[in-house]
């Protein structure tokens, strides 16, 4: 049997280049970005109608607004999101004068205001500066960047396609959730709401933006939504950046996994008149307002943004 004979080596390895990361000129391959507050202002159309209908609402059932307005508040609080599609039938004045009239109330009420509500949205909602022309640069840049939304499907469907389709590579947002029959609170009818999404599914059937749906479990800052955008685009934490209005929202899910993040200081506040009925007449009489004079950055924050452009020095 021939002896086994290991050739000398003749040669040393290349020794490895070590680089600080900030040394590298590109490292980041995913941006995540949330939506609301950061690529647009959903506030916009959606404050305008609903103050011009607590008005008229207010005069027909000769109630004072503020008891109106926190009577909504309670449904979007309960259901985590002011475009819940069941948001006036599972009001406390739909059940106390039309609860044996609900298609009159569809017909008086609900129509009109979803109806104002998407002429405001055609009208008003537009992306903040520099936002489409960010995410050209990133396209043009071979970065990728995924919205992770906690607005119900339907609602990112609608807004993708009225602003950024095709240019963003998916959106991950959570399921709209049908109230169950043995729920306790729920709308007068449900077809109406459900009408609704099925008319919104199908104008956005066309969609360019690949659509992920969430469970409701996901919502932000769970980080599971975050971990299946990881797992989806192969990239570690370490190559993703998150830009984001929300601090106890998107700040901490992406502190959660080490993420780079990047507050969207420009989305957080809002204009005074804005503030009153979103953070005070919308709000249950019990409850603190979400958004104060302005909270102290956390640790985690890489850089604050006063424009969405300002991520792209930190790439």
Known sequence: MAAFIQEPITSEPEPVAYRLASQVKQRTKLVITDVDGTLASFWDYFVPALRDFLRDLS???????????????????RRGTHEYPWLLEETGFA???????????????????????????????RPYPQVMETLQELKRRGIKVVALSDAPDYMARIRNKQVFDGMLDAIYALETVEPDKEE??????????????????KATSTLKTRLQVLPKSYEKPCPDGLDMVLKHFG???????????????????????????????????????????????????????????????APFVEAIAARYDELLNHL
């Open 95 to 125: 059940w106390e004068h039309y609860k044996d009239k609900p298609d009159k109330f569809v017909t008086e009420f609900v129509k009109p205001f979803w109806e104002a509500l998407d002429a405001n949205r055609a009208k008003y909602l």
């Open 184 to 201: 306790v609170w729920q709308p007068i009818t449900l077809s109406h709401g459900r009408k609704r999404l099925r008319d919104l599914e």
């Open 59 to 77: 005069a027909r059932l000769e109630k004072p607004v503020p008891q109106l307005a926190e009577d909504i508040g309670r449904v979007i609080e």
């Open 235 to 297: 990239v570690f934490p370490y190559e993703t950046i998150f830009i984001g209005d929300s601090l106890s929202k998107d700040g901490l899910v992406a502190a959660s996994r080490g993420i780079r993040f990047i507050w969207a200081h420009y989305g957080y506040h809002l204009p005074a008149e804005y503030d009153e009925l979103v953070n005070r007449s919308l709000r249950p009489v019990l409850d603190e307002p979400k958004v104060s004079k302005g909270p102290t950055p």
